[in-house]
T-cell receptor, first 114, second 109 residues
Framework: ETGVTQTPRHLVMGMTNKKSLKCEQH?????MYWYKQSAKKPLELMFV???????ENNSVPSRFSPECPNSSHLFLHLHTLQPEDSALYLC?????????????FGPGTRLTVT | KNEVEQSPQNLTAQEGEFITINCSYS?????LHWLQQHPGGGIVSLFM???GKKKHGRLIATINIQEKHSSLHITASHPRDSAVYIC???????????FGTGTSLTVIP
């Protein structure tokens, strides 16, 4: 398997459920990202991990909890979500350093909160 | 106001037409990215540039750092070019990215 993969591709959950999104990159990158894409809004950066360490947390509510056990895997744990959290959640990876690098995106998880 | 503004928001073109999508930004950047998103969600990086011009096949991207403006051109457009095109900038410091809302392009045969 190559590139960036995400599972599941679609998820429907109730507001009291707990679920997790998974992202895996096979590119040898050392940075991974979670983005939220809501209808008619720009992509929002949620979390950034460099070498497994969280370096950005853009004021994301605590009902979203990221986990990065190693440079190839990234999880987003979800609990007690709200209907407005329904969106496309995209994972990306890249190299990181003083120079900017391209990001490679996964196919996304379409989340619906009922 | 969003740090990255794109125009137009929607664009319909006949196959073969020359297409231009514009992006303006208001922050200092280390790089600007043009992304393509097809229905279904997957995003592909088309270009990353910090100066001048890049060309890949029928796609051309330009950037004017002084004017904080970039354009994406598609020559001889084709229905398979139909997608949402997103402009994104990486801030000069830190790991912050800002995204435009995207331009939805439909190319009619």
């Amino acid at each position: 398997e190559t590139g960036v993969t995400q599972t599941p591709r679609h998820l429907v959950m109730g507001m009291t459920n707990k679920k997790s999104l998974k992202c895996e990159q096979h590119l040898g990158h050392n940075a991974m990202y979670w983005y939220k894409q809501s209808a008619k809004k720009p992509l929002e950066l949620m979390f950034v991990y460099n070498f497994k360490e969280q370096t950005e947390n853009n004021s994301v509510p605590s009902r979203f909890s990221p986990e990065c056990p190693n440079s190839s895997h990234l999880f987003l744990h979800l609990h007690t979500l709200q209907p407005e959290d329904s969106a496309l959640y995209l994972c990306a990876s890249s190299w990181t350093g003083t120079a900017p690098y391209e990001q490679y995106f996964g196919p996304g998880t379409r989340l619906t909160v009922t | 106001k969003n740090e990255v503004e794109q125009s137009p928001q929607n664009l319909t073109a006949q196959e073969g037409e020359f297409i231009t999508i514009n992006c303006s930004y208001s922050v200092g950047i280390s790089a600007l990215h043009w992304l393509q998103q097809h229905p279904g969600g997957g995003i592909v990086s088309l270009f990353m540039l910090s100066s001048g011009k890049k060309k890949h096949g029928r796609l051309i991207a330009t950037i004017n750092i002084q004017e904080k403006h970039s354009s994406l051109h598609i020559t001889a457009s084709h229905p398979r070019d139909s997608a949402v095109y997103i402009c994104a900038v990486r801030a000069l410091t830190g790991n912050q990215f800002y995204f435009g809302t995207g331009t939805s392009l439909t190319v009619i045969p």
